[in-house]
Each structure stands twice: as C-alpha cells, then as structure tokens.
C-alpha cells in the first residue's frame, strides 16, 4: 500500500467527532495525533525507566500516528509526497547549514 492509497482510505473513515465542520476535523485529528504520539514517547520512557521495549506496541501506535497524520494531510489538499519532499528539503536544509 502506498501512502497516496492509505491517505484516500483514511479519508473515507467517519466518526460523530469528525462530522460537521472543517475545524472540528482538525481539532479532533490534531488531538489524536497528539494522543498517538504520546503513546510511542510513553513507549521509549518505558524502555529508559524499566529497560524494556516492545517493538510491535511501537508499530501498533506509529500505526494510530500514521492514521491522524493521513487524515491532516488530506485536509491541506496535498499529496503525502509533497509534504514528505517539502520535509526533506527542510531537513537538508538545515542539516547542509549546521555543516558549514
């Protein structure tokens, strides 16, 4: 699956939480891709305080990420790979200026 056909499909998942407004939408995208990301940041704090990791637990929430980040991605009206390119020579930028 690439990431163009797991964005279309996130797109066609609805809950009472989403319905209405284009602000709700994103409020509600927004707070569960905070709320994933907290889940694998609570993950990594496992692995530091008790010294164990479970990789699949950490899958299953970049998964949760993957899903709200799919669904904000749909509401700015572009193509995951624009933003992934966009991301990429932000992050070169920055890597080639922190070089010289």
Do not use: C, F
Not at 21 to 28: A, E, P, T
Not at 35 to 63: C, F, I, M, Q, Y
Not at 73 to 91: D, H
Request: proline share 1%; net charge negative.
């Amino acid at each position: 699956m690439t990431l163009d056909d797991y964005v279309a499909w996130a797109t066609t998942i609805h809950s009472k939480a989403t319905i209405g407004d284009r602000d709700r939408l994103l409020s509600y995208t927004a707070l569960g891709l905070t709320s994933e990301a907290g889940e694998v940041a609570n993950e990594v704090k496992r692995l530091l305080r008790d010294g164990t990791w479970d990789a699949d637990r950490v899958a299953e929430e970049l998964g949760d990420v993957i899903y709200y980040w799919s669904r904000l991605v749909a509401t700015t009206g572009r193509k995951p790979g624009e933003i992934l390119a966009a991301s990429r020579s932000k992050i070169d930028a920055k890597v080639n200026a922190n070089q010289s």
